[in-house]
């Protein structure tokens, strides 16, 4: 069969992210490395299954993943996976695990009940505010409903992503987090009930507005990660039922929203019922997360439609601040747009981006030895970063910031493009570290 060798590459590099958590997996589930060992088994183990034997029609995998070139062509960006996974995960294992932090000391402490809540009265109204205005200037519910134009511009002096109104938007989440940590907190009986009131109007903010701007994935992380936070606060133990339930909610939606997008101007939804295989069939025939098909089209692209970078996709981080209100000739930041304008034959910016990932971005601007080099140097990085928050788990302050910022940053990076991922991990890092510090006392536990 054609895509056998295609398959059998798959296979070799989802095992090489069970190297790392032989001994670590049962004691950690919500780990970066297990969430990265996750994504790959998502995006690249299933997807070339699913590609190998024609597991969907051939028509959508075609669209999808091959764009009209047989499976044989996907062996190079198999190949390149494969070989930067191998380096991530040789310096992820070889490289020592010790990592400190200094001037860490205000994150020691309970929270001051008075500030605390000011601070998640003042997120809930913010939050509030701020979405009723997104949706004013889109046009409003009716106007806007149909979320394939939202966002959408041929000209780039024309985008208007109202990217700090999302923002501000995007902080009910923080505050759901925060507001279900004081919950699950055996020492503080007071204010419960106030502090369950704005988690649920919080966590319904959050799930609206993406449902509204059509992000299935942020909908369901939010989720895992409220399961995350019961289960760190719960020596590593589950609650099974409520879990189930709340995975099959936000999976549930995920296949709500997915119908939506297939169904687009046709009267009725093709299906109704909901079952876990269609749910998660959305997100494995798609180009998000870790790729085979999509890595293998950006390196053929190289250097023909895509000049190699030497380095710039990474310095665009530094433009990617300046609102486009303040600058609208700002030039292109997100090379998620780039790609899918150049490589994937996107017709507006907005519309049909696709993430590079950590071996295709690396590709682009250094050939084959910035993939060699970037990816140990990537996989040193989280060794450091999962030692240290493994060792500082039983401190509530340091859990919250690593739920709410690293969990994913393994897929994150694996995934997304450089700059994407530094401004996600920023603009959430550094609110979550100022509210803490507000509410965090010195004097007394909660």
Request: a positive charge; charged letters at 15%; one cysteine or more.
């Amino acid at each position: 069969m054609e895509g056998i060798e295609f398959f059998t590459i798959a296979v070799l590099t989802s095992l090489l992210y069970i190297i790392p958590l032989i001994k670590k997996i049962k004691h950690d589930l919500f780990s970066i490395m297990s969430w990265s060992f996750y994504s790959v088994f998502l995006g690249v183990f299933l997807r070339a299954l699913y590609i190998a034997f024609e597991l969907s029609d051939f028509e959508k995998l075609n669209r999808v993943f091959l764009l009209n070139t047989p499976i044989s062509n996907l062996n190079a960006g198999a190949f390149l996976i494969l070989a930067g996974s191998f380096f991530l995960i040789l310096g992820y294992t070889v490289w020592p695990g010790s990592f400190k932090i200094r001037h860490l000391g205000f994150l020691d402490g309970g929270w001051n009940k008075r500030r605390y809540l000011i601070l998640i009265c003042s997120l809930s109204f913010m939050s509030i505010f701020a979405l009723q205005h997104f949706i004013s200037v889109q046009g409003g519910l009716i106007g806007a409903a149909l979320s394939e134009y939202r966002g959408v511009a041929k000209e780039i002096t024309e985008v208007k992503t109202q990217g700090y109104l999302r923002w501000i938007i995007s902080l009910s989440g923080i505050n759901a987090m925060l507001t279900f940590s004081w919950i699950m907190d055996k020492k503080c009986d007071r204010s419960k009930l106030f502090s369950k009131i704005i988690f649920l109007q919080s966590l319904l903010t959050f799930l609206f507005f993406n449902f509204f701007v059509s992000q299935r994935t942020a909908i369901v992380f939010i989720v895992i990660q409220i399961i995350a936070i019961y289960y760190y606060s719960n020596d590593l133990k589950l609650p099974k039922a409520w879990t189930a339930f709340g995975l099959c909610c936000a999976l549930l939606l995920f296949q709500l929203m997915s119908d939506i997008r297939e169904s687009f101007g046709s009267e009725n939804l093709n299906h109704t019922e909901f079952s876990l295989i269609r749910a998660l069939e959305p997100a494995i025939l798609a180009t998000n997360f870790i790729d085979i098909s999509k890595t293998t089209h950006i390196v053929n692209a190289v250097p023909e439609k895509l000049p190699y970078a030497y380095g710039r996709t990474y310095s665009t981080l530094l433009l990617a601040w300046i609102p486009r209100s303040v600058w609208p000739a700002k030039p292109v930041t997100n090379v998620d747009n780039t790609i899918g304008i150049k490589v994937f034959g996107a017709k507006a910016y907005g519309s049909g981006a696709v993430p590079p990932g950590l071996f295709a971005e690396l590709y682009w601007n250094f050939w084959y030895p910035g993939v060699f080099f970037g990816c140990f140097i990537v996989g040193a990085l989280l060794r450091k970063l999962s030692s240290f928050f493994r060792n500082k788990m039983s401190n509530g302050n340091i859990r919250i910031i690593y739920v709410a910022n690293f969990m994913f940053l393994g897929i994150a990076i694996l995934g997304s493009s450089f700059t994407s991922v530094m401004v996600g991990l920023l603009q959430t890092l550094i609110p979550t570290l100022i509210f803490l510090r507000f509410i965090i006392s010195r004097k007394a536990l909660i």
